[in-house]
């Protein structure tokens, strides 16, 4: 007789619940292309139990209490607010504009995140304790649904967004939030598969931001600025033939 003692497995069903039904409506509706993307959704569905079940069966003291912290700090976009502000005050001119931007997207993002998608496809919390997770690592569970994961898709629209001025930055903020969507699963609120998605959302609308944003009409600050630097070569060459 199977052991029914291990805690991951109650929590590992309700992972692949949302999966399992998508899938046996696919089925239902019948043809081979549908079977195959049912037999794929069951797999994503085990995949992202066995992930979750692995992070919670995991010992890892030295990491949970700085995730734990990392995870608590990106609530409510709290870090990716802080950065915005310490850009646009030591970043000059550029680093006002790039965090405008950054700002917009994670406006964008939690918005289309909290009011459509989440309402969309309403998937349920883990269990935390019934998988084990530690409650050393416990940060407060979220009272909305579990997909997609907002902390993973307002920092990747942050990071998306900042990037298209600044890449290099972009590059490191990039690798901040990727350790923040991780931190979501090893704290138990999230499965794998929520912050996957969330961050693949999060990165496009971060570039659909910044793109829109460029094509905006210039201000009346920019013109002006535009204009002085032509003036200005226009003296510099005067002053040469004097």
């Not at 901040?176 to 961050?199: C, F, I, K, N």
Request: charged content about 20%.
């Amino acid at each position: 007789m199977a052991r029914r003692d291990n805690p991951a497995v109650p929590a590992a069903g309700v992972a692949g619940a949302a999966a399992q039904q998508l899938a046996d409506e696919l089925v239902r509706e019948g043809g081979p292309v549908r079977q195959r993307a049912a037999e794929g959704l069951r797999e994503l569905g085990a995949l992202d139990q066995a992930i979750y079940s692995a992070v919670a069966a995991t010992p890892t003291p030295a990491l949970d209490e700085p995730l734990r912290r990392l995870s608590n700090a990106a609530n409510n976009s709290g870090l990716w607010l802080a950065t915005a502000a310490g850009l646009s005050v030591v970043g000059g001119r550029p680093g006002r504009r790039a965090a405008v931007r950054g700002v917009v997207a994670i406006g964008v993002t939690s918005a289309l995140v909290n009011l459509a998608v989440k309402s969309v496809w309403a998937r349920r919390r883990p269990d935390r304790a019934r998988a084990g997770v530690p409650v050393r690592r416990n940060v407060p569970m979220p009272v909305s649904t579990s997909f997609p994961s907002g902390h993973a898709a307002s920092g990747f629209a942050f990071a998306a967004a900042i990037g298209h001025d600044q890449p290099w930055l972009g590059l490191v903020l990039r690798f901040l939030s990727a350790t923040v969507a991780y931190s979501r699963v090893h704290t138990g609120v999230h499965y794998p598969g929520d912050v996957v998605v969330g961050s693949l959302i999060g990165e496009g609308i971060g570039q659909a931001v910044a793109g829109l944003m460029d094509q905006l009409p210039p201000t009346r600050r920019d013109r002006a600025k535009k204009r002085e630097v032509p003036d200005a070569a226009d003296a510099d060459g005067a002053q040469e033939t004097e």
